[in-house]
């Protein structure tokens, strides 16, 4: 693999009740435990952070994959959800895409969020890692 760009972040602190700062200093963000987790909340999480990535990263997928075929997709959108629980041994995650095709035809949609599935770095390090369901919507 030819490595075009390395992302640098730091956590500090008292870990998901600490402070994340990425080296260029656009990310620089306190860190809080959910409510749902037993924390104060109020601040932003890993959870949040890797919803945001993987939307975005998915949607530059689906562009790419909806290009390959000449398909509209400017009014597109990628919402993700991203869950954590306890499994046997700590904690998993758990992921849900949603593909928002607004205009296009169910079939299509459906095959440029497979396809988008495929292409995407993040879908490919999740692969049998994490339970991703991938579902879009026109």
Not at 10 to 23: M, Y
Not at 84 to 101: C, E, R, Y
Not at 114 to 123: D, G, I, Q, W
């Amino acid at each position: 693999m030819d490595i075009k760009y390395t992302a640098e972040a730091t956590s500090s602190g008292d870990a998901r009740n600490g402070h994340v700062r990425s080296s260029d200093g656009i990310i620089d963000q306190d860190m809080a435990m959910p409510k749902e987790m037993g924390g104060p909340g109020g601040a932003t999480n890993p959870e949040q952070l890797f919803a945001a990535g993987y939307a975005a990263c998915f949607h530059q997928a689906l562009k790419l994959a909806a290009g390959q075929e000449k398909v509209d997709v400017d009014s597109s959108s990628v919402d993700a959800q991203v869950g954590i629980g306890p499994d046997a041994t700590s904690f998993g995650l758990q992921v849900w895409l949603t593909v928002n095709l607004p205009g296009a035809d169910q079939e299509t949609a459906d095959r440029l969020a497979a396809r988008a599935h495929e292409l995407c770095p993040y879908s490919k390090a999740t692969q049998g890692n994490i339970d991703v369901q991938v579902t879009a919507q026109v």
